[in-house]
């Protein structure tokens, strides 16, 4: 009997050590970018990677040529460079484990491109630009294609994605200022173009920095960073300083913290289209209880909440920066709830609850304590059904919890509550509100009982109080967006990268030079090899009191010195006073582009407009010299944007006259000038060209 049972045990060992290794055992698999109708750059060495079993050889056969082998390191990751031929296609190519073979076809060789920024990179053809229908419906490219690393945080989407053929189904989403870079290659180079996108709104340049190079710029950021270098540690560091703020907030200011539940953030349903990402974790939101779950009740006592102010009785919006007297919108970042009540006499049929404009970001609406709604979407309008079995003769209740993850949040447009014959709006001065929580760390929030009384005139004194950890799960945090956006790309072989942004560093845009150069070094090390990096200048606009954006257009300007195999395309002419996203993105592309064929492709074209290069002062006026003059500069319209200083450095209006090759400014206001400047200011509509019909940029001799 013993014998069995030994016998018995023995197989039950070999057994399980036969599962244990089938379970290490993984598929051969590759990331997404690696897909049928993917561009891969010519005439070089392309990289390719992924996982499969330990030790294993893998084997890649190209059509076009030699197969190479490789063999996976122990944990089953790989990598190996495959020798691309010129321009051409399409091709098959099969990459083989020793029991799997994975078939990629229909790929192109061509030029491969990063584009990458924050919304004016982001805003896609069908999002109002100039000429829209007309462009999207001509967007007919075979050979022009896209892989489109979408705004996603959970990492969910780019598993979905693959590479897209250029159609006008495909088109409207894709980058417009990219689409046009990608065209006016393509019909220059009749080549294959692919285009890597990777973009999201609002984002600053520290997001898109690692954080290995983030650390050497520590100074100018002002802000903890993880001390670690290698991203698992990186997320293991940043989740227990989290979770040890998470204890000081408790200990010291009796303030509980609650992780907010995945995706995080999403813009809207049209951001992230390959996949329904709010339909995959919408559940786990109407289950979140932040010690709020009676608030929706309909019998709750609310006495103690405060009325919204009657100066919002006739507004078509209720914006929380309005709500709570903020400038800023730290305190409206958070949750914050509404309540209201409703008469029904007609039980006969279901009603609708209507927000035309949406509730930003993100709601559960409640009506007599059930839930009818929830939606995370900055703009698409709410329309829930009420059930006729939920409604009662008389007062009924409506509660609302709006988590606003950043920026000014709330409600666009009226409340409108209707049936199939009557509509009711409800005045904005009879809900009650209560705040909740504050956002922090970006996906957290810390739960608090400040009164609204409070919160309006102490709240620089709370947040001095509050502790706060690492913004982590927001494309707002530092390093974030090239931990989410650009990572899983890397080091898929590129041609070059084309960037616009600029606008959300208008602030500290006595920083950006040092990060932008720091990283544009950052990429260039992580692919490891010097690629083009092109950019554009922001375009004039009202970017907001105490905004100098000027300031940031020179920030811009000055990389060009200190950072080399760079471009800048100007954009002094196409801005809209009003509008930070000028929908004239033809010209962006087109201006990406002329740098790229001048400097990549040996065109013998002027790729710029004039760069300031010098002055010379003389008695009464000042001599300016610029680089890309092209074949002359040349002054379009009212030249009243320049500007002279003598020694004291206060400016007057100039005027200014072409003389050969070069420009001369004075004014009567200054003897003996010695300080220039042009386009010195937020909004200004660019007066000087070189003859090619390209802007010079703004300027400050001073800097």
């Known amino acids: 009997m013993l014998k069995k049972s030994l016998i018995r045990i023995k197989i039950l060992i070999v057994f399980s050590i036969v599962i244990s290794c089938e379970n290490q055992k993984q598929n051969l698999k590759l990331p997404s970018i690696f897909s049928d109708n993917m561009v891969l750059q010519q005439k070089t060495n392309v990289s390719f990677w992924g996982f499969s079993n330990s030790k294993e050889t893998i084997t890649i056969n190209p059509s076009w040529g030699k197969s190479k082998c490789v063999i996976s ?81 959970t990492g ?75 991203q698992k540690l990186i997320d293991i560091e940043r989740v227990r300083y989290n979770d ?57 006592d609310d006495s103690l909440w405060d009325f919204v102010p009657k100066s919002f009785n006739k507004s078509n919006s209720l914006k929380l920066n309005n709500i709570f007297q903020a400038k800023e919108n730290t305190i409206s970042s958070g949750i914050i709830w509404f309540r209201t009540k409703v008469l029904v006499d007609n039980l006969n049929t279901d009603y609708s609850f209507y927000v035309e404009k949406g509730i930003d970001h993100i709601d559960q609406t409640f009506f007599n304590g059930e839930l009818i709604g ?36 709330g409600f666009n447009s009226p409340v409108i509550i209707k049936n199939n014959s009557s509509s009711d709006t409800i005045s904005f001065e009879n809900f009650k509100f209560k705040h909740h929580a504050f956002i922090t760390n970006g996906s957290s929030v810390l739960v608090h009982n400040y009164p609204f009384n409070e919160l309006v005139q102490d709240y620089d004194i709370i947040e001095k109080k509050l502790y706060r950890g690492y913004v982590i799960n927001s494309p707002y945090g530092n390093s974030i967006s090239f931990e989410k956006m650009l990572r899983p790309v890397i080091p898929y072989t590129i041609k070059g990268a084309i960037w616009y942004q600029g606008e959300s560093n208008v602030e500290n845009y006595n920083e950006y030079q040092e990060l932008f150069s720091g990283m544009i070094e950052d ?13 554009t200048q922001i ?49 962006v592309g087109k201006r990406l582009a002329l740098l790229a064929l001048k400097n990549d492709y040996n065109f013998d074209i002027v790729p710029s407009g004039p760069l300031y290069k010098g ?56 003897i003996n000038p010695k300080h220039v400047r042009y386009g010195w200011k937020n909004w200004v509509v660019g007066s000087l060209f070189n003859k090619e019909g390209l802007p010079a940029s703004s300027f400050n001799s001073l800097n």
């Open 523 to 535: 990429w260039r090390e992580i692919w490891g090899y010097n690629f083009p990096f092109y950019y």
């Open 73 to 153: 390191n122990n944990e089953g990751e790989w990598e190996l460079k495959i020798k691309t031929p010129e321009a051409g296609g399409p091709y098959k190519i099969e990459v083989k484990s020793e029991n799997q073979t994975v078939t990629y076809n229909d790929v192109l060789i061509g030029e491969v491109w990063i584009a990458s920024g924050q919304s004016n990179m982001g805003m896609r053809l069908s999002d109002g630009i100039e000429n829209q229908d007309e462009e999207i419906k001509n967007a007919n490219y075979d050979d022009i294609r896209f892989f489109s690393v979408l705004e996603d945080l």
């Open 615 to 670: 002055h010379v002062n003389y008695n009464n006026y000042i001599v300016i010299d610029f680089d890309y003059k092209g074949s002359g500069l040349c002054l379009k319209g009212d030249s009243k944007d320049f500007e002279i200083a003598g020694i004291d450095e206060v400016f007057y209006n100039a005027s200014a006259k072409i003389i050969g090759d070069k420009l001369i400014v004075s004014s009567k206001c200054v």
């Open 374 to 409: 929830n939606t995370f979407s900055v703009d698409g309008k709410r329309n829930y059904t009420i059930p006729k079995n939920l409604l009662k003769i008389g007062e009924n209740s409506i509660a609302i919890r709006i988590t606003n993850l950043g920026g000014d949040g």
């Open 539 to 587: 375009a004039p606009a009202i970017y907001g009191e105490n905004h100098l954006s000027h300031n940031l257009r020179d920030s811009q300007r000055k990389t060009l010195e200190f950072t080399s195999n760079t471009g800048m395309a100007i954009l002094m002419d196409i801005g809209e006073k009003d509008n930070v996203h000028a929908k004239n993105k033809q010209d």
């Open 244 to 300: 040890s703020i998470a204890n000081l907030n408790k200990s010291k200011l009796g303030i509980s913290t609650f992780n907010l539940p995945e995706p995080y953030f999403l813009w809207n349903e049209n951001m992230v289209w390959n996949i329904d990402l709010w339909e995959k974790y919408r559940y786990n939101w109407t289950e979140l209880d932040l010690n709020d779950f009676e608030f929706k009740n309909s019998h709750y």
């Open 156 to 230: 969910n989407s780019i598993k979905n994605q693959n590479w897209l053929k250029t159609t006008p189904e495909n088109a409207e989403k894709y980058s417009a200022a990219a689409y046009f870079f990608a065209r006016k290659l393509h019909n220059e180079l009749d080549v294959p173009i692919g285009i890597i996108s990777s973009s999201w709104g609002g984002t600053k340049v520290e997001s898109w920095i690692s954080n290995k190079k983030l650390k050497k710029f520590k100074d100018l950021i002002n802000e903890n960073l993880p001390k670690n270098t290698e």
